[in-house]
């Protein structure tokens, strides 16, 4: 799995260790500036769910897992209030993340309801990445299982249809093109969360669907990976919906940076059934 990584690694490494340590005065500071109105602070005595996110920048882009608990903060009809954590890493693997000394005191027994595996983005890639992404994402579902939490696997969206990873010759005969790449993600997907009894929170499927649906609105950040505003918030939702809550309607949080006929664009998206 080395081979995934980047030659700035130990400063990625660095910088997510500091991420970590800055992690709860971050949370405060979005507190307070997400300041509940009088009728969501009446919600209180609703039912807490607790859901962790392991994973690499796709979830701390745009301060991604934080937005569905804001979506729930600002859903009256939302059955839960919901707190979220997270264990990341730059460009990190799962199998880095398991093998964190860290692990111990983050995933602590009974502390989380869902915990939220999110895969590196190209680990469909080859057969050799697919076997050590399996490999690892069975441990986490073990782990997880004494831990008393739900373990759920995240499908990546594939990389943005004109990447120039398609061109490159390590890749070309597996990835293809990004419909096969998706195709080849959400069919591994599927299969290794059936098998270790995981959910799936299908975000790819819904990348897809907007893409086709949608293409006036740009999910992909300059990188043809990582996430834009719109594409974090399409993510949010789609957990949000798998987890929280299947009615999206009355969700009142959406970043102050976007537009009104935007966020109901991608409301409208995320509600949509989409064939998984």
Known sequence: MRHYLTKSHNLHKMFAILCLMALPLFINGCKEKQQPSEEQAQQDNR??????????????????????QLMAQSDPSSHFKVEVGIHFMPEGTLVHLLKNPSVKTFFPPNKWDYVILQPHHMWAASEG??????????AWSRLLTDMGSQSILFMNWPLERRNSTYSDLKYMSTLKNYR???????????SISKKNGMLLVPVGDYWMHAMDTAPDI?????????PTMEGSYLT???????????TLNDIVYSPPEMSEETKKALIAIASAKVKN
Do not use: C, W
């Open 180 to 190: 096969n790449m998706h195709r080849m993600i959400r069919g591994y997907s599927k």
């Open 236 to 246: 949010a939702l789609i957990i949000y919906k798998t987890l929280v809550d299947n």
């Open 129 to 138: 990445h697919v076997y050590i992404t399996q490999k690892s994402i069975s």
């Open 47 to 68: 039912p807490l769910m607790r859901i962790a996110f392991v994973g690499n920048e796709y979830l701390t882009t745009n301060n991604m897992f934080y937005m569905v």
């Open 218 to 226: 740009n999910l992909y950040g300059a990188n043809g990976s990582i």
